[in-house]
Structure formats: C-alpha cells, structure tokens
C-alpha cells in the first residue's frame, strides 16, 4: 500500500531515551523541560522571535483569533484545510472567502481588497503547500484597512520568502505538528509572532490563563502540549535536512518522468518561495472527470492519492456560500500525489506509469 504521506519515525531507541528521562523525573505536561527544549531549538531553526508550541495546529489557529480579539468578519482563503475555515466561525466570527491566484492558488490580494467592510477585522490566508502568499501586498492592504493578519503557516515549515522564515510576516503565524507533517510531534502545533504583547497574551492563553497557581491573567484554554510529544519532535529534528533533501528528490524524479513520457500536467507555482519545503507534489487534470479516473486506477492498485484541497471551502455546510469559480475550479481537478522520505524510485515509476497510461 502507498499512501499520500507516510510518517517519519526516528530510530526507536533515540526516542526511547528521552522516555527514559521523562520515566526518572515523572513529569509528564505542564511545560516540562522537553517542551521548553523543542521550542528553543524550533525558534533558533526557524528564525523567529516567539514560538509556543501547542496540541495541535487547530487551536493554535483558535488562540491566535482569540489572542487578536478578531470578531465580526475575517477575509480568508477558500483553498485550504477545514480547519482554517472551522477555527473562524468556532470563534464566532464570519469567513468571508476571497478567491485564489490561479498560478500559485494563495489568497488572490485583489479580491481581499473588493471585500473590506467596516466590519472585517482580520485577513486569515494559508501559505498552501508551502507556497507563500504575497505576503507584501497583504501587508500593505492590512496596514491601509488597519487589519490584523493571521497566516496558517500549516504547510510552509522551514519555507523563507525574501531570504527571512516566512513565520515573521503577518501578526500572527500558526503550525501544524501533525503526524502527516514534515516535521512531526505525533500530534502538535505552534503559535509564531515576533510582538512582545501578543507573545505574552499566547503565554497564558494557552495555558487556561494562569499567572501562577492562584492568580489569572485572563480567558486561556488548554492548549499545552506533553513531554512526550516533544520528546518525538526532538527525535525528529535532528533529521530534518534529511527529510526535505529526500522530499525534493523524489519531487524532481516525478517531474523528470512526467516529462519523459511527454505528460504535461499543470501544478502551482512555487517561485515566490525563496527556499521551499517540498510538502507536497499536486497536479491539476484538464478535468474531474479525468482525475476520477486516474485516481480510480491508482486505487486499484493499493496506490491511495489525496484530493487536498476538496471541496472548496466556500461550500461548507456552515459558512454563506458565494461563487468562487477559480478555487472551485481547482478544487476539483487537484490531486496530491504520494510523497514521503522513503518513498523509492521504483514506485513513483509506478505511479507515473499509471497516469501516463490513464491519459493516453
């Protein structure tokens, strides 16, 4: 079976050593010194000022709207993960979707601009697939409309834009630790900003807004994260280099064969990535139609792609709907293809071979 993704797991042993070490102190959660280590060596890799790390990427997208006080509407992407979308209106506030770019599928800045109210207080856009968005223009468009940004930063893990992390622009950044991710504490997230105020608001937000045993800052929820947790994140960073060089070469071989066997398939664009990630490897059929078709054949033969992103958000159940014709568009016609450390050259062959032959 050839999954979308496949978890990296460090050698057994070096991830049993530090349950060793959590066995002889017996502390288990409550920012033990595990956590604080993996958010020391996170904020050095990845450059930023604040990092908390949280239990998972989606309520560190919540404490990140609830620590910028956002009500009222909140200009976002309909090309993402649910949780984008869910984490807005679970905070009572509206989604109002802008539709995307058709190059690189981020939040299309000229539509986030037609949509500003007097009731929008915040723009919440996903850097997708580790693709940045125009983080400059978005810059501009919220310091005129004097709104806060939030990135889901979910799939954009060591990606730099302009030769800085992509994590310091916007107020807010967020991420997501999952074990689907490239880098992965089984479950997890964090919350990323470089403001001194904010930083101290996330603090205890996340931790049911304690100043102490006795005493509260103010509203927090438990967002903390375990030992144990963290002690898989540490086993996994030292070979992060190793997972991205990995990622990238297989990227390259499915290109190089695609191109081989004359197949000319669409795919975002990710140039405006000062380095990228390699997170994932879509492609965009001429059709649904055609994508059913390939994946249907892939599927016969145990090999399982994924529809990210499908349906486009604007169709949720709980959401105003609006027409969005690129993102629907694309939301239909994209699959990720297969894509992990591991993953050997003879399989993405494989898979080549499978959609080359189902579009002939």
């Known amino acids: 079976m050839i999954n979308v993704t496949k978890s990296f797991l460090p050698p057994i042993e070096e991830y049993t050593s530090y349950l060793k070490k959590i066995w002889e102190s017996g502390h288990l959660t409550n920012h033990g010194t595990f956590v604080c280590e993996l958010e020391e060596k996170l904020k050095k890799l990845l450059g930023v000022k604040y990092l908390f790390y949280v239990n998972n990427g989606t309520i560190a997208i919540q404490i990140a709207l609830k620590a910028l006080a956002i009500k009222g509407k909140v200009i976002t992407t309909p090309f993402s993960y649910v949780a984008t979308s869910s984490s807005i209106v679970w905070q009572n506030a509206e989604p109002v979707f802008a ?39 978005l810059e501009l468009i919220a310091k005129k409309h004097k709104l806060k940004i939030i990135y889901d930063a979910a799939h954009a893990f060591g990606v730099e834009y302009d030769g800085t992390s992509i994590l310091n622009f916007g107020d807010i950044s967020t991420l997501s630790f999952h074990a689907t991710k490239l880098f992965h504490t089984v479950e997890g997230g964090a919350i990323v900003t470089n403001d001194d105020e904010l930083a101290h608001r996330i603090s205890y937000m996340r931790n049911f807004g304690h100043n102490g045993q006795e005493a509260f800052w103010g509203l927090g929820i438990n967002g903390k994260a375990s030992e144990l947790h963290a002690a898989m994140g540490l086993s996994v960073l030292p070979y992060f280099d190793i997972i991205i ?7 390259l071989l499915y290109q190089q064969l695609f191109d081989e066997c004359k197949i ?27 994508l059913l078709k390939v994946r249907g054949a892939l599927n016969k033969e145990s090999i399982f792609p994924r529809r990210y992103f499908y349906p486009s958000l604007n169709n949720l159940p709980y959401v105003q709907h609006s027409p969005l014709p690129v993102s629907e568009n694309v939301s239909a016609r994209i699959l990720c293809l297969p894509l992990y450390h591991d993953l050997s050259a003879a399989d993405v062959k494989i898979i080549v071979d499978i959609i080359a032959y189902n579009l002939r």
């Open 99 to 137: 539709d995307i770019f058709p190059d690189d599928l981020t939040i299309d800045v000229n539509e986030v601009e037609k949509l500003i109210t007097h009731d929008t207080s915040a723009i919440l856009a996903t850097h997708v697939y580790g693709i940045p968005c125009h983080v400059k223009e």
């Open 245 to 251: 060089n990995s990622r990238k070469e297989i990227s």
């Open 264 to 290: 000319k398939l669409e795919r975002p664009s990710y140039k405006n990535a000062s380095t990228y990630n390699f997170a994932y490897f879509p492609i965009m059929f001429k059709s649904e139609s055609q």
